[in-house]
């Protein structure tokens, strides 16, 4: 979906299109869907239906992905200067590691068959927010919401959607924050904002996901395995609470300082 600032804020809710509200930032506790959370971002079940032979023309996808893969490395970029910036200042990092990706052709046909929609760029383009997608895994939750207030801060990107898996962790036990931005694009037509969906994982929830994602890929689990998943993410929790309260006992006789 690609919208100028001032479209984005008159456009009304579709029920086939998502369209930010007019506030353009708000949370909302997440709510059951016919989603199943797995390690290339977010996977939908598709319904019992026929594999659609469309396709969208290699050509016609890579003139779609430009400018999201632009947005995506304008994103990780800022995330990363974020970074250095708070070290710097902290004598700390928050974030571990970047990851970024842009969906496959592949992928894209397949949400869009999910989503009951024609297979085309163009519609692609005007339903799907999570073309480009980074994951930003950080240490501990704390770090996630400070890199959060200063993504908040950042006068140039719009907020059109989050959605908080951390203090409403999915049945499954799966948590991360979930947002998507408007980042700005410049091209010879003006600027556009392109949606770049951003992940916020701690190592342990990193962990979690990608363990379940490596064991339960093929899609029905045992209930045996499903409840082992869901108490190893109260586990892993646990775990990480611990060594950030190792961490916080250490800089009581060690303060950071800020760097000259």
């Not at 600032?5 to 709510?31: G, H, M, Q």
């Not at 598709?46 to 779609?64: C, M, N, T, V």
């Not at 501990?140 to 898996?165: A, M, P, R």
Request: glycine fraction near 2%; proline fraction near 6%; aromatic fraction near 10%.
């Amino acid at each position: 979906m690609i919208a100028k600032k001032s479209e984005l804020v008159k456009r009304k809710k579709s029920t086939k299109v998502y369209d930010p509200p007019t506030t353009l930032a708000f949370i909302t506790p997440p709510c059951k869907t016919d989603l199943v959370q797995r390690d290339e971002y977010v996977q939908f079940v598709e319904p019992h239906r026929e594999e659609s032979a469309e396709r969208i023309p290699q050509e016609e996808y890579d003139q779609l992905v430009e400018p999201y893969r632009e947005a995506m490395t304008r994103l990780e970029v800022r995330m990363n200067g974020l970074n250095e910036d708070y070290r710097k200042k902290y004598r700390d990092y928050p974030i571990h590691n970047i990851q970024a990706r842009i969906k496959s052709r592949k992928s894209i046909e397949k949400k869009l068959v999910s989503k009951n929609l024609p297979i085309s760029a163009f519609t692609a383009k005007d339903n799907l927010t999570d073309i480009a997608g980074i994951r930003v895994i950080c240490y501990f939750v704390e770090d996630i919401f400070s890199i959060l207030t200063l993504v908040k801060n950042q006068t140039d990107l719009l907020i059109l959607k989050e959605s908080d898996y951390i203090h409403y962790p999915k049945e499954s036990g799966y948590k991360s924050y979930h947002m998507v931005l408007g980042i700005p694009v410049y091209r010879i037509e003006g600027m556009q904002y392109y949606p770049v969906e951003i992940q916020f994982r701690t190592l342990a929830m990193d962990l979690w996901a990608s363990m379940e994602h490596r064991i339960c890929y093929k899609g029905e689990t045992p209930d045996e395995i499903t409840d082992a998943f869901t108490n190893y993410s109260l586990e892993l929790s646990e775990m990480e609470r611990r060594m950030k309260h190792l961490l916080d006992e250490i800089r009581k006789n060690n303060p950071q300082e800020p760097m000259q």
